[in-house]
């Protein structure tokens, strides 16, 4: 039988491949990656020739899984490495790995640099316990059920963040949180202009208003304070937040009521006084 490895691979700074890396990538007989070019430039730059690479993105993924099998299936060693960082970590990989499992063959991982956590142990919140929550969607229910899941977690969590979106989402996390809780935003990780600032979300918002952000983004946010009993106040952000993303009142209702855990009739009583203020 042979073996699916993830390799992981530098996220900035090609002194970040690991030796051990490079064999699996020289002894591979395929190796799957997002973009040939970008995972050529970096086999040529180690002096890897001669290995065979395939496009498994995010769209293609699932159609490598049989020719990916077969030469398992052959005794075949297949690497896996996306454009930067450890596969799997909102990067393909997963669906490769599970296919191999249920075919009974080994699945190994030559580990190495991934964003997540080298923002994560350099941010100064505690590390010990994390959620890692990778991207959040962009918009609709779905955006405002995660902020809300992240917001409320007592554990340190980790996003990603693409530039042109850390202002929104900064915003949108100073205005769940308040602008006590700490935050601490990582670019560029390894590389020339690596960044990292910390301070509160309050301290946040004017930080990334002073220049459009630029570069690789994670975000570290502290986990919720010891869930106390939630106010009126947090009752009405909540609704407030719902109303402004599109949702009827009587769903924004439900869905505060849910996330806060209160009784729905508190928080439709408060619903009327927010839907007047929003009409004013
Ligand atoms: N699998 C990768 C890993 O293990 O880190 C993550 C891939 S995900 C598609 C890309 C996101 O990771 C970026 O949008 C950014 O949020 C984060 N990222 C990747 N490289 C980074 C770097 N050098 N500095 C800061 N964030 C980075």
């Given at each position: 039988m042979g073996t699916l490895v993830l390799v992981a691979t530098p996220i900035g700074n090609l002194g970040d491949l690991s030796p051990r890396a490079i064999e699996a990538l020289q002894g591979a007989a395929l190796i799957c990656c997002e973009d040939t070019r970008r995972t050529g430039g970096l086999l040529s730059h180690f002096g890897i020739r001669g290995v065979r690479m395939a496009i498994a993105n995010e769209h293609t993924e699932n159609a490598r899984v049989a020719e990916v099998l077969d030469l398992l299936a052959g005794g075949a060693s297949v690497a896996v490495v996306t454009?930067?960082?450890?596969?799997?970590?909102?990067?393909?990989g997963e669906r490769l790995v599970v296919a191999a499992i249920a075919e009974g063959h080994t699945v190994s991982a030559v580990p190495g640099p991934s964003a997540d956590v080298m923002a994560l142990v350099i941010?100064?919140?505690?590390?010990?316990r994390y959620v890692m929550d990778g991207f959040l969607p962009r918009s609709g229910p779905e955006r405002a059920v995660r902020l809300a899941e992240a917001t409320t977690e007592r554990r340190t969590v980790v996003l990603y963040e693409a530039p042109h979106r850390l202002v929104r989402t900064v915003t949108d996390l100073h205005a769940l949180c308040g602008p006590a809780r700490r935050i601490v935003l990582a670019r560029?990780?390894?590389?020339?202009?690596e960044e990292v600032w910390r301070g509160s979300l309050g301290e946040a918002l004017a930080h990334v208003a002073e220049r459009e952000p630029q570069g690789e983004y994670v975000i570290v946010l502290e986990g919720a304070p010891a869930r106390t009993e939630p106010t009126d106040d947090d009752i009405r952000r909540g609704l407030e937040r719902e109303l402004a993303g599109g949702a009827s009142k009587k769903s924004a209702v439900s869905t505060v009521a849910d996330h806060l855990g209160v009784a729905k009739n508190r928080v439709y009583n408060l619903a009327l006084t927010v839907t007047v203020a929003a009409r004013q």
């Open positions: 454009d930067a960082g450890t596969p799997g970590i909102s990067d393909p941010s100064g919140l505690p590390s010990a560029e990780l390894t590389k020339l202009h």
